[in-house]
C-alpha cells in the first residue's frame, strides 16, 4: 500500500510539474536553497535575496541537498517528501499491529485514503510536511515507551520548523500528565517551549533584520508579540467566536468526518499533543491557516490517526472490527466528497494533461543558459530554480540592469497577479522596445533585454504630425504554434497559418483623440482576408495618453480562413478615429501597405 501510495502520487505530482500547475509558490526557493547549500551558500535564495531561516528556523532542509547530486531534478525532492509521508503511514500502522493485527491493514488503508492527507501530498515541498514521518516516529516512541525513538523523533522536527517546538512541549507534557515521567517529561516540555519562543524572539529576527514575518498572520489581534498574546488572553470571548466561525467548523468537519468524527477521541490523551498548535491556526488571519487548508494540517494527521489507533487497539476484538469497518466507510464517503485524488469529489483531470504546447514550452525553458539571470513567472520558476540567479517576476528590482531572460505566459499561473493583471503586466513587457521577445507560443514567452534586433522593414509614416509608425515586423507560426521571425521579401501564406504583425511607434506630439489600428490583409481583388482592429497595445495605450517622446511596441495577429484565392495580396494598415470610424491618412494616403504577400491554398 505503502509503494501504490507513493507511485500514483509521484505520477501525480511529476504531472503537475510537467504542466506547470504547481500549487506552491514557496517551492522555487526552497528547491535553490538547498541547490545552493553545497556550493558555499547555506540555505541562501536569491528569490528573497536572504536565507530560508530568515522565514523559518528549518536547518534540516540543508540535509537534502545530497539528493540534489542523486538527480539534479526538483521532482527528487517532491519524492522524497512523498517517501516521508508513505513511511509516517507505516509507523503508525505498527501501533494499530501491536494490539490488532488483523485490523492494521484497515487502519493503514484508510491513512492513504484520507482526503486531507491527499491535500498535502499534492503539494509537492513544504517544510512541515517533512516533518511527518519524524512525528509518526516520535508517537509510536511514546506509545511504546521507547524514548530513544521519541527523542530522535522529536529532535529531527525540530529542525524542520521553529513551531515544532509547542508539539515537542506537549509531548513532554503528555509524559507527565500520562506517562508519570517527571525524568524526560518535564525537561522535553522546557526545551519545547524555550525552542518555540526563543526561534520566534531571538533565532529568526536575527536572520531576518530583527523581525519576524509569520506575525502579520495574527495582525488582528496586534502588532507585536507582546500585543498579540496579551489580547488573546484578554478577549476569550472573541477568540472563541473567530475560532469557530463557519469555515473553520466546516474544515474541521471535513477534517473529522473521515474519521467518524468521534474514533480520534477514544485515544484523547495523544490529541493533547496537538491542541495548542491546531488553535494557533484557528486563531490565524491568514486564511488557509484559519480553514485547515493546503499544508498546515501536516503535523496534525499523525496525532489523529495515532489517537484513532490507540482507541481501536482499547475495544474488545468485537468492538474493534466494527470501528475499523466504520473508519474504512467513513473515509470512502469522505474520499468520494473531498478528495484530490483520482476518482475523488475534486479530483480535476485537466491538472493532469500534458499538452504539445507544454512540450514546447518545456523545450524552450530547457535551452535556457544554467548561467543566466532569470525572472520566471511563478508557474515557472521551479524548473528554472538549479540556477544561481532566479528571480520571480515582480520581485526583481536588485538585478533590473542584469536580467537576462524574462519567462512569462498570459495563461498559466501568475501569483501575485490575477489574469487581468498578469495581461497588463506581460502587454508592458510586450510593449518595451529595449525588450526583444526571443520566444513565442500560444500565450508563452521568452523575453530578452538588450537581445538581437528582429529583421524589420522601415516605414516612418506620419499620421497628424505627432504619430510615427517607424517599422514593421513578421513573424508565422509553424505547425507547433512556434513564431519563426521573417526577413524581408514576399511572403507565402496558406490556409489556417497565423502572422503576429509587430508595430513600432513613436509619439511626436501629444494628441486629445483616441485612435484605432486596423491591421488587416487583402488579396489581390481587393477583397478582406483577415483583419485586427484595436487601440495600441491591445488597448493599454491609447493616443490620447501618448506623450511626446514615447516608443513602444505594438503586436497584432492575424489568422487566415480556408478559403483563400490563390496569388499577389497585401498587408495593409489604416488609422481611423475611434469614436467617428473616420479614417486618418499617413500624409496623403489612407492605407499604408507594410508587406508584399502571396496566397497559396
Known sequence: MALAFTIIFFWLINRQYQTFQ?????????????????????????????????????????????????????????????????????????????????????????FYLNPPLHQIALIE??????????????????????????????LFALLIKEDMGLIVAMAGLFLLLFKRDWRWGLPITLVGLAWFIGMLLVVIPTFADGSYFQLGYYSNWGDSFGEIVRNILTHPGQVLRFMFDRSSILSLWRLLLPVVVVLPFLGAEYLLIILPLVALMLISNEPAMHKLQRWYLAPVLPVLFAAVAVGIGRMS????????????????????????????????????????????????????????TVVAQVAFSVPLALREQIYVYPWYDSVEDSVDYFVMSRKDFSYPFDKFEIKWEINNLVADPQLTISEEVDGFYIIRPNGQPHPSVRIDAVAEEAIMLE???????????????????????????????????????????????????????????????????????????????????????????????????????????????????????????????????
Request: hydrophobic share 45%; net charge negative; glycine share 8%.
Open 22 to 110: 504547481l500549487r506552491g509558490a514557496d517551492i522555487d526557493r526552497f528547491t535553490q536553497a538547498i541547490w545552493n547549500t553545497p556550493r558555499g551558500r547555506f540555505l541562501y535564495t536569491s528569490i528573497f535575496e536572504e536565507s530560508l531561516l530568515a522565514k523559518h528556523f528549518s536547518p534540516y532542509m540543508a540535509l537534502l541537498s545530497p539528493l540534489l547530486f542523486i538527480w539534479a531534478d526538483p521532482r527528487i525532492l517532491f519524492l522524497f517528501q512523498l517517501v516521508g509521508i508513505a513511511i509516517s503511514g507505516l509507523i503508525l500502522y505498527k501501533i494499530l499491529d501491536d494490539k490488532r493485527p488483523g485490523l492494521a491493514l484497515v487502519f493503514l488503508l484508510a
Open 125 to 154: 515541498l513544504r517544510r512541515v510536511t517533512l516533518a511527518m514521518p519524524f512525528l509518526a516516529l516520535m508517537l509510536y516512541g511514546l506509545y511504546r515507551d521507547k524514548r530513544g525513538l521519541m527523542l530522535i523523533g522529536l
Open 317 to 372: 476484538e468485537r468492538y474493534a472490527r466494527w470501528a475499523a469497518a466504520s473508519l474504512l466507510l467513513a473515509t470512502v464517503i469522505a474520499y468520494g466528497l473531498y478528495s484530490q485524488a483520482p476518482m475523488g469529489g475534486r479530483f480535476e483531470p485537466d491538472r493532469y494533461q500534458r499538452s504539445d504546447t507544454q512540450n514546447l514550452i518545456w523545450e524552450l525553458i530547457n535551452d535556457l543558459p544554467e548561467d543566466a
Open 471 to 601: 517599422k514593421v515586423e513578421l513573424a508565422l507560426a509553424g505547425d507547433d504554434g512556434r513564431f519563426n521571425t521573417i526577413s524581408p521579401g514576399t511572403i507565402s501564406l496558406e490556409p489556417g497559418q497565423q502572422l503576429r504583425v509587430t508595430l513600432y511607434w513613436q509619439a511626436l506630439a501629444t494628441i486629445t483623440d483616441d485612435r484605432t489600428v486596423s491591421v488587416r490583409i487583402v488579396d489581390g481583388s481587393g477583397a478582406l482576408v483577415a483583419q485586427h482592429d484595436m487601440q495600441p497595445g491591445d488597448g493599454s495605450r491609447p493616443t490620447s495618453w501618448w506623450q511626446p517622446g514615447w516608443a513602444f511596441r505594438d503586436v497584432y495577429y492575424l489568422t487566415l480562413g480556408a478559403d483563400l484565392t490563390p496569388g499577389p495580396a497585401a498587408l495593409n494598415l489604416l488609422l481611423y478615429d475611434s469614436t467617428t470610424q473616420e479614417r486618418v491618412p499617413f500624409g496623403d494616403e489612407e492605407m499604408l501597405e507594410l508587406w508584399e504577400l502571396y496566397l497559396q491554398r
